[in-house]
């Protein structure tokens, strides 16, 4: 049996041990077009990138017989580069300042796009790490609901860096609330039913507090060269 074979075998044995109706992103960072193709022919919801670049080569290695993958974006994105990002991705996770929020509108608004978009939240409140803090997060979905072009979906976080996966629980049990929360509200234009939290060290514990939607790299893919 092929590399290849054993690639999609494996993935798509990770993807029957999870609830049906979690969405698995495949986070693609360093790997080969070849391990993104087993990917979505194993069943993958949508692959993840975390550079503009990146997505970019990716999407070229793809032919015209290719399952066109689902494309998000779940790093940070560069305001220079939105006009990039806007045609390469059909959600982007990362949105966590006005400026990004209305320069994405714009883009979006020149070639007739609505692109969802989710909310990231610094649930561990760490003053370097992106996201927006948890507080501020009701009059910041508010403000992005004004936006034309954009289509708020839900949240999502990362959560710090921790010596255990359990440890995370706190931190996505507060952001499963403000979901919960916000959805409460029911903001005009503004659909809080995605959320994206939990990578391969952590996913159960993500699941157990409510994700959605997971974002996996070394589960599906195996370590990084």
């Known amino acids: 049996m092929s590399h290849y074979k054993r690639s999609v075998q494996h993935i798509r044995a990770v993807l029957r041990g999870l609830p049906a109706e979690i969405q698995v992103v495949a986070a693609a960072k360093t790997r080969t077009p070849d391990e993104v193709r087993a990917a979505v022919e194993a069943g ?33 994105v560069q305001r220079n580069k939105a006009a990039r990002a806007v045609r390469l991705f059909d959600m982007i996770q990362t949105v966590d300042s006005l400026q990004l929020a209305d320069r ?43 936006l034309p072009s954009l289509q708020v979906e839900g949240l999502m976080t990362m959560g710090p860096a921790v010596d255990t996966p359990d440890r995370l629980r706190p931190y996505f049990r507060e952001t499963r609330r403000l979901l ?15 959320l994206s939290m939990g990578m391969s060290a952590s996913y159960a514990v993500a699941l157990e507090e409510g994700a959605t939607m997971i974002r996996l790299g070394t589960a599906l893919f195996g370590p990084r060269p």
């Open 44 to 76: 993958v919801f949508a692959v993840g990138h975390n550079y503009v670049q990146e997505a970019e080569k990716m999407a070229a290695a793809f032919s015209q017989e290719d399952a066109v993958p689902s494309t998000h974006m779940i790093g940070h």
């Open 104 to 146: 994405l509108s714009r883009e979006c608004s020149a070639i007739g796009k609505t692109l969802p978009i989710l909310v990231e939240v610094n649930s561990g409140r760490e003053p370097r790490k992106s996201g927006i803090q948890l507080e501020e997060a009701e009059d910041f979905v508010r403000a992005l609901s004004a």
């Open 180 to 194: 919960d929360a916000l959805a409460r509200q029911q903001i005009p234009r503004v659909h809080m039913s995605v």
